[in-house]
């Protein structure tokens, strides 16, 4: 079975700093794909960054990057420049090969910045 | 933009009354899903569905059902809602995955959650 863990229940950084939050992995499937989500105190889930597990080259999008160690099984999400809108909950999220994509959710990272 | 539009945001009921649980996408989107999301535990998976009238158990259906009558639509329902199935309920869709052995880069989208509490 396929589980994902954030052992960072909380972090605090200051404004214009870079953060990076932590995400590893177990699976015993060598393909599949790991995803990072935002969730604003509003309550909507937003994508990210996605890196598949074949992918060469570490996810960017934008300020975000995923650093990907695959032998480490670590998907830890990186953002650069931190702004106070970044202060949200963060979870990392795998899907298997096969089937209706479905995604198993870390424990979730929530991230404050401070002015 | 995709939109997943779930039907309330905050809800209240009573112990026992029968809860529905509404949502609707509007990108043509093959698979939905319903996730359950608590304090220290992330999001699990309650049902999906990858077709119309097609649905599959997630981790956790135990005292929920779902149906799926027409494709840009998906409900959970609570037969007899409970105090602990108080918690945040959020949808999903995501197209079909295309084949392959690699996994496709196969983005689920939420809807902005309904909050229920069972009083």
């Known amino acids: 079975a396929q589980k994902i863990t954030q052992t960072q229940p909380g972090m605090f950084v200051q404004e214009k700093e870079a953060v990076t939050l932590d995400c590893t992995y177990d699976?015993?499937?060598?393909?599949?794909?790991l995803f990072w989500y935002k969730q604003p105190s509003s309550g909507e889930m937003i994508f990210l960054i996605y890196?598949?597990?074949?992918?060469?080259q570490n996810a960017t999008e934008g300020r975000y990057s995923l650093n990907f160690q695959k032998a480490r099984k670590s998907a830890n999400l990186v953002i650069s420049a931190s702004q106070l809108g970044d202060s949200a909950m963060y979870f990392c999220?795998?899907?298997?090969?096969?089937?209706?994509?479905?995604?198993?959710f870390g424990q979730g990272t929530r991230l404050t910045i401070n002015p | 933009d995709v939109k997943v539009t779930q039907s309330s945001r905050y809800l209240v009921k009573r112990t026992g009354e029968k809860v529905f649980l509404e949502c609707v996408q509007d990108?043509?989107?093959?698979?939905m899903f319903w996730y359950r999301q608590d304090p220290g535990l992330g999001l699990r998976l309650i049902y999906f569905?990858?077709?119309?009238?097609?649905?599959e158990k997630g981790d956790i259906p135990e005292g929920y059902s779902v149906s799926r009558e027409k494709k840009e639509r998906f409900s959970l329902i609570l037969e007899s809602a409970s105090t602990n199935q108080t918690s945040m309920y959020l949808c999903?869709?995501?197209?079909?995955?295309?084949?392959?052995?690699?996994?496709?880069?196969?983005?689920?989208?939420f809807g902005a959650g309904t909050r229920l509490s069972v009083l």
């Open positions: 569905s990858y077709d119309v009238k097609m649905k």
């Open positions: 999220a795998m899907s298997p090969p096969q089937g209706a994509q479905k995604l198993v």
């Open positions: 990108m043509d989107h093959e698979n």
């Open positions: 999903a869709s995501s197209p079909a995955r295309t084949g392959g052995r690699v996994v496709a880069k196969n983005i689920q989208y």
């Open positions: 890196q598949g597990s074949y992918d060469q």
């Open positions: 699976t015993s499937d060598p393909s599949y794909g």
